[in-house]
């Protein structure tokens, strides 16, 4: 008898807007990613779930010629946009991208227990059943090697002064994720998830994701923290998490918020990695 795992289904879709906001959301996070990483240089790494590719294509310029980066995507429409993004960079030569699904990694035998990092970075809080995209994982690293879990916990976040019915929005946003099957908390779980899947916890810690009005860089913080709630509205409203008077009502509170000047965003990734016995 053979059973099936449930269909991941992605909240925010593939759409042109959602893809602009993935390629902001890597311009403002990808450097404090990197140094999380801590790569040496050599190193064959897997990506899953590389999305866009930009964060596999900036781990491939650390892992440098003698290293090799394989990403894997599930989604059609977002390999052709990675490869678009990494022609207009003079860096088609940097990746190598299969389409696949997470819970089935397109390895040659010979691949598996091969890499000595294998990443991925918001896909977990995607799926219905993340241990079983852990342990693959787990199994393609080789032994000594990294297994590295980035995604969120989105009951961390904090928006001061707080818009106005932001704690309703938030919580709806969150309630998104669960009628698809999905855990919008699953950053704290991910430590046991590696110890599930066979690996040895061994670094767990908060990568920063978040700054004031002051900061140059805020407006893009604050750009894709509404660009990823307006992405869920219609599943926030379908599921008649909110109506839409009351959505829209917050949106523009968002809005006002991010045009003040003592605005701030308190916020940040899980990372946590294991390593492979």
Same mark, same amino acid.
């Given at each position: 008898?053979?059973?099936?795992?449930?269909?991941?289904?992605?909240?925010?879709?593939?759409?042109?807007?959602?893809?602009?906001?993935?390629?902001?959301?890597?311009?403002?996070?990808?450097?404090?990613?990197?140094?999380?990483?801590?790569?040496?240089?050599?190193?064959?790494?897997?990506?899953?779930?590389?999305?866009?590719?930009? /964060?596999?294509?900036?781990? #491939?310029?650390?892992?440098?010629?003698?290293?090799?980066?394989?990403?894997?995507?599930?989604?059609?429409?977002?390999?052709?946009?990675?490869?678009?993004?990494?022609?207009?960079?003079?860096?088609?030569?940097?990746?190598?991208?299969?389409?696949? @699904?997470?819970?089935?990694?397109?390895? #040659?035998?010979?691949?598996?227990?091969? /890499?000595?990092?294998?990443?991925?970075?918001?896909?977990?809080?995607?799926?219905? @059943?993340?241990?079983?995209?852990?342990?693959?994982?787990?199994?393609?690293?080789?032994?000594?090697?990294?297994?590295?879990? #980035?995604?969120? @916990?989105?009951?961390?976040?904090?928006?001061?002064?707080?818009?106005?019915?932001?704690?309703?929005?938030?919580?709806?946003?969150?309630?998104?994720?669960?009628?698809?099957?999905?855990?919008?908390?699953?950053?704290?779980?991910?430590?046991?998830?590696?110890?599930?899947?066979? #690996?040895?916890?061994?670094?767990?810690?908060?990568?920063?994701?978040?700054?004031?009005?002051?900061?140059?860089?805020?407006?893009?913080?604050?750009?894709?923290?509404?660009?990823?709630?307006?992405?869920?509205?219609?599943?926030?409203?379908?599921?008649?998490?909110?109506?839409?008077?009351?959505?829209?009502?917050?949106?523009?509170?968002?809005? @006002? =918020?991010?045009?003040?000047?003592?605005?701030?965003? =308190?916020?940040?990734?899980?990372?946590?990695?294991?390593?492979?016995?």
């Amino acid at each position: 008898m053979t059973t099936s795992t449930p269909e991941s289904r992605y909240l925010h879709g593939t759409h042109t807007e959602e893809q602009q906001r993935l390629a902001l959301l890597n311009r403002i996070l990808n450097d404090s990613c990197l140094g999380e990483l801590r790569l040496r240089g050599g190193e064959r790494i897997l990506d899953v779930g590389c999305g866009l590719g930009q /964060f596999t294509r900036a781990m #491939a310029r650390a892992a440098g010629p003698s290293g090799k980066v394989v990403g894997v995507e599930r989604s059609a429409e977002q390999i052709s946009k990675s490869i678009q993004y990494a022609s207009e960079d003079g860096e088609s030569h940097l990746i190598e991208i299969r389409q696949g @699904d997470a819970k089935e990694l397109p390895l #040659a035998e010979n691949e598996w227990g091969s /890499f000595d990092v294998v990443h991925t970075r918001f896909l977990l809080e995607h799926l219905p @059943d993340p241990l079983s995209v852990v342990r693959q994982m787990v199994r393609a690293a080789r032994s000594g090697g990294r297994v590295v879990l #980035a995604d969120d @916990d989105h009951d961390v976040l904090r928006l001061s002064p707080e818009p106005e019915g932001f704690r309703s929005l938030w919580s709806a946003y969150m309630g998104a994720f669960e009628k698809l099957g999905n855990d919008p908390r699953v950053g704290r779980r991910m430590v046991s998830m590696l110890a599930g899947a066979g #690996a040895l916890p061994a670094r767990a810690v908060w990568v920063p994701f978040g700054t004031c009005a002051g900061d140059a860089r805020f407006p893009a913080f604050a750009a894709n923290m509404i660009g990823v709630i307006a992405g869920a509205g219609s599943q926030i409203i379908d599921h008649g998490l909110m109506k839409q008077s009351g959505f829209d009502s917050a949106m523009e509170a968002m809005r @006002d =918020w991010s045009r003040r000047p003592d605005a701030v965003l =308190w916020y940040g990734v899980c990372w946590a990695e294991g390593v492979k016995a």
